[in-house]
């Protein structure tokens, strides 16, 4: 068997939480491959709302396994809160959980670092959702990291005082203090003291070598899906630098972040929104900054899961889309938010760029530093609510010709369409 992969191709919050759950089903066990508790996967069903971090999102299936694999970061006290927060509603994860041994851990002096770099850059600040997501990954290069495997050894508590205090330091060396930093409104030791009773929750957790994990189930012809964080377009290498995350969310990233070998990567499931969205600072050639953007912000709820930002809109971008479809080998589309255009007579979408007069379908080697104007095409809007339609044969015209647009510009099949927040409001295209 091969391993499917589910990635997002736009700034991340493109619903890939929902479309997993929606998958689940027919899979034997969902994988994280990596990113952090900075991800927010929320997924509704039954009148209920969920918001997952960093535990992957197939947890809700009685049939499926999880596993958070050895690219993804962990934060013990909010990986706890997920968990009690699924106990509350009798979602059985912990049984349904397995973690890579070599995961990494996030301790509370990455949030630190992470707060004092943020501050330190002052109008300059990238965006970041605090988490100590960069500081993580950055001990992790460094080889100076905690893994989850490191909590039952004999020294860990040396290890972990000895990356504090160097932590410190640097702080210090800005002009700051612990003090000067709240965590998730606790003083940091406080928050400390909490990290280290959440370190409990791995006693009753299965802890794997996921790279064998992994490989071993597909030798037995079991399904594995991978499951990806953030978007394409904050990819560490080919995202929109240094506007990005801190790891590779394309696809690529599965056979480090998973274990696995290119040979066995299978279809390619690339998850987008009918519109733009981006949270935090960084180029968006699309972004509306007017009433047609407060309404995509309006009627799409568009605040960030993770942080509560407001989130920029902006109409669908080409340019960007064919980009990601390309780094990451898509084989199939899946198009979310489709009903929030609803109410528009008019769509832009745009398909390239004018940089300095002259036009171009490519992203510019840096677009923080390019002035681009976006070329757009209109396109009739479907002016009417869909959010109730029940089958393909319902779907308006002009929604048809929309997503038959996409299909030409990209080359690729849109296979699903989210006209709703809940799982049942999923149309599958043959």
């Known amino acids: 068997m091969k391993i499917d992969v589910l990635l997002g191709l736009q700034w991340g919050d493109e619903g890939k939480g929902k479309i997993v759950d929606v ?112 500081p993580a990954y950055t001990d992790k290069v460094a080889r100076l990291g905690l893994r989850i495997g490191d909590i039952h050894e004999t020294g860990f508590r040396e290890k972990f ?19 000067d930093f709240e965590l998730d409104d606790m003083s940091f030791s406080d928050y400390e003291s909490a990290w280290f009773e959440a370190l409990g929750i791995f006693d009753d957790l299965h802890m794997v070598n996921s790279e064998y994990f992994i490989n071993n189930a597909l030798a037995e012809g079991k399904k594995v899906l991978a499951e990806g964080a953030q978007g394409s377009m904050l990819d560490i290498d080919f995202g929109t630098y240094p506007f990005v995350t801190s790891s590779n969310t394309i696809c690529a ?24 969205t981006r949270v935090g600072s960084g180029p968006f050639p699309s972004e509306l900054l007017d009433e047609n953007g407060d309404l995509i912000r309006e009627t799409g709820r568009e605040f960030g899961s993770t942080t509560g930002r407001p989130r920029r809109c902006g109409w669908l971008d080409l340019v960007a889309l064919n980009y990601a479809i390309m780094l990451n080998g ?68 002009t929604l048809n010709d929309y997503i038959s647009y996409i299909e030409k510009n990209t080359g690729i099949p849109i296979k699903i369409v989210s006209i709703g927040p809940d799982r049942t409001q999923t149309l599958f295209r043959k």
Not at 358 to 384: A, H, M, Q
């Open 253 to 276: 990233g599965v056979c480090a972040g998973l274990g696995v070998s290119p040979q066995k990567i299978g279809e390619v499931f690339g998850v987008f929104k009918a519109y733009c």
């Open 161 to 179: 005082d000895k990356i504090r205090d160097m932590h410190m330091r640097i702080i210090e060396s800005f002009g700051f203090n612990p003090g």
């Open 330 to 397: 898509v084989t199939k589309l899946f198009m979310m938010k489709t009903d929030v255009l609803s109410p528009f007579t008019e769509l832009d979408v745009c398909t390239s760029y004018s940089i300095g007069g002259e036009l171009t379908r490519e992203i510019p080697f840096d677009l923080c530093s390019e002035k681009i104007e976006p070329v757009y095409t209109t396109l009739p809007g479907w002016n009417r609510n869909i959010d109730s339609l029940e089958n393909n044969k319902q779907i308006p015209d």
């Open 23 to 134: 998958l689940t089903p027919d899979y034997d066990i969902i994988a994280r491959f990596q990113g952090g508790p900075n991800a927010g996967h929320t997924i509704i069903f039954d009148g209920k709302k969920f918001i997952l971090h960093t535990i992957p999102s197939g947890i809700f299936s009685s049939t499926s396994q999880n596993v958070v694999g050895n690219g993804v970061i962990l934060d013990p006290f909010i990986m706890q809160k997920e968990l009690n927060n699924l106990d509350t509603n009798n979602i059985p994860a912990r049984d349904r959980l397995f973690i890579s041994r070599k995961a990494h851990l996030i301790t509370p002096s990455h949030r630190l670092l992470d707060a004092a770099y943020e501050k330190a850059k002052g109008k300059e600040k990238i965006g970041s959702t605090l988490k100590g997501i960069g």
